[in-house]
């Protein structure tokens, strides 16, 4: 995407595609990249929307200059101050001395913090219009979605929601830019992954937001990262909707972190018995070796998920301990729980798991299962039942399932 897109009346999508980064916040992998998505509304008056990340320099104002066609830029509205978005707003006043800054009460320390900005400014808060000649932009704050200032832009004019990273998703563009040119499996698991390590830990705030927002007659979604939405929105707000209720499919998550291959045979066992009892989507993931953004994706999916742990130096095994912090920080609710442990001396792993548990605050499915050293049949037995238990718990009916 060399050019700027036309995207709706007046408006044009002038973002990037990062194929470079390798860990998003330096935490989550994308295999499939990420994409900046900023936006220019040319009215009588003319305003950008959000910027991208700052080595995407040149490609953005070449596609926005593009755009401007020599025309000055008025307004920079700034939904997010993260710098994936408000990377290059120093250099943007440097190439428009008269830009004015939109942004709301909690917007303007960061702009001063980030770019020593406090000049030129536009306080806005909720229902706040600021009439660009030809489109009548409307603003509303959706604190925490993702960082305390942010915000999502209504163009009353066209019913574009500029939503910045609510609705976002990983993944570069490849082709069209809409999810009419796309099906829905290409991007709403990259939406799912997004959802699950970027926003799910303020899903009561996004249950908020999406309140707030039903009023508004919105044609358009188009985030700040991934595809953009016009083919069925409802499709979308009831996804998001959805995710935040932490309502989820039938289906498990097993987890091992395991050196020698004993833990990873009772997660085997977990596995055979969820199959068991019926359930069709089984994931078995190994703690050490699977990205975690991918676990937690799919955590964030289904209803179930089992972490079985070796003891290591008396505690987890350092991976299982990583993604139990991980979960911690983002508290999913309404999922069943299996835990299992194995040791060789002090015992550790299965103990740690269990104040996990407690602090998670989700239902324990029994039976919880230590091993020593190499599992017996009857240690597997024991994890097959786990298994079925869990099955139980995950299984049908599932609407959204065929
Ligand atoms: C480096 C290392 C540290 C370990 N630390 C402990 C420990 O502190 N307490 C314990 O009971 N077992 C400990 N173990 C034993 C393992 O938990 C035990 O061998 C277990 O069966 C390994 O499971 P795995 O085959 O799934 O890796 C340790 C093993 C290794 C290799
Ligand atoms: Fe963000
Ligand atoms: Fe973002």
Redesign the pocket.
């Known amino acids: 995407m060399h050019k700027a897109v036309p995207v709706n009346k007046d408006t044009w999508w002038v973002g990037v595609n990062d194929h470079e980064t390798d860990l998003f916040e330096s935490l989550w992998d994308l295999p499939q990249g990420v994409s900046y998505n900023a936006y220019v509304v040319t009215g009588e008056k003319t305003a950008a929307i959000d910027t991208v990340k700052g080595p995407w320099l040149d490609e953005y104002f070449h596609k926005l200059e593009e755009v401007l066609g020599g025309r000055p830029l008025d307004y920079l509205v700034v939904n997010h101050m993260e710098p994936d978005h408000a990377g290059l707003i120093s250099q943007l006043r440097a190439r428009h001395p008269g830009l004015k800054f939109v942004g709301n009460a909690k917007t303007m320390p960061l702009l001063k913090g980030y770019h020593g900005i406090d000049t030129d400014t536009v306080l806005v808060k909720d229902g706040t219009t600021l009439d660009l000649g030809g489109h009548v932009l409307q603003f509303a704050t959706v604190p925490m979605v993702h960082w305390p200032e942010s915000m999502v832009t209504f163009d009353t004019t066209t019913g574009v929601l500029f939503s910045n990273d609510s609705f976002g998703g990983y993944g570069a563009h490849e082709g069209g830019l809409f999810d009419d040119s796309k099906t829905r499996t290409r991007w709403e698991g990259e939406m799912l992954r997004y959802y699950a390590t970027i926003v799910g830990r303020y899903s009561n705030v996004v249950q908020v937001a999406l309140k707030k927002l039903a009023s508004l007659p919105i044609k358009n979604i188009f985030p700040a990262h991934g595809t953009l939405f016009r083919e069925d929105v409802g499709q979308v707000i009831g996804l998001y909707d959805r995710w935040s209720r932490y309502e989820a499919d039938c289906g498990a998550v097993v987890v ?11 997660a085997e066992a977990v596995c055979s018995g969820l199959s068991d009892s019926g359930v069709k989507d089984v994931h078995l993931y190994d703690a050490a070796r699977s990205a975690p953004s991918h676990i937690l994706r799919d955590i964030w999916r289904y209803r179930g998920f089992a972490l079985l742990s ?6 987890l ?1 350092p991976p299982m301990e990583a993604l139990c912090s991980k979960l911690l920080n983002r508290m999913p609710k309404n999922r069943a729980l299996g835990i299992a442990g ?8 299965l103990d740690a798991l269990r104040e996990f548990a407690r602090d998670i605050k989700l239902e324990v499915v029994g039976p919880e299962v230590e ?4 599992p017996t049949a009857e240690d597997l037995e024991q994890c097959v039942e786990l298994g079925k238990n869990l099955g139980r718990q995950v299984g049908g009916p599932c609407p959204l399932q065929s």
């Open positions: 091992y972190g395991s050196m020698y291959g004993n833990t990873r045979r009772m070796c003891t290591y130096n008396t505690l095994f194995s040791y060789s001396w002090s015992r550790g792993a091993v020593f050293a190499s």
